[in-house]
């Protein structure tokens, strides 16, 4: 994936922690992978991380993930999906999905 603007050698060893099969470090190293990609600005690698973290295995995770996504398809005028991942976020029983 193309990075700009952020530590490359952070968003590699992310990389490396997905590509580990170990299901509990994969959610949260995506979920990490997309707020780095969205706090710079680089919405495509943002949503695929997004949306990959929302169907992982650690609630948590995939709880931050699908309200992440949600925001950001709300702020581009995609209200039914915006809705279908606020739903998935809430349905997590996460008491804190947007942290």
């Known amino acids: ?28 190293a995506q979920l990490i992978q997309a707020l780095m990609a969205d706090r710079i600005g680089d919405r495509d690698p943002a949503e695929f991380c997004y949306r990959e973290a929302a169907h992982g295995a650690v609630p948590h995770a995939a709880a931050q993930a699908a309200f992440h996504l949600g925001d950001m ?17 809430a349905r997590s029983g996460d008491p804190e999905p947007r942290r």
């Open 1 to 28: 994936m193309k990075t700009q603007g952020w530590d490359q050698d952070a968003f590699d060893n992310l990389g490396a922690a997905i590509n580990s099969g170990f299901s509990e470090v994969v959610g949260p």
């Open 73 to 89: 398809l709300r702020a581009r005028g995609d209200v039914a999906g915006a809705r279908t991942q606020f739903a998935a976020a």
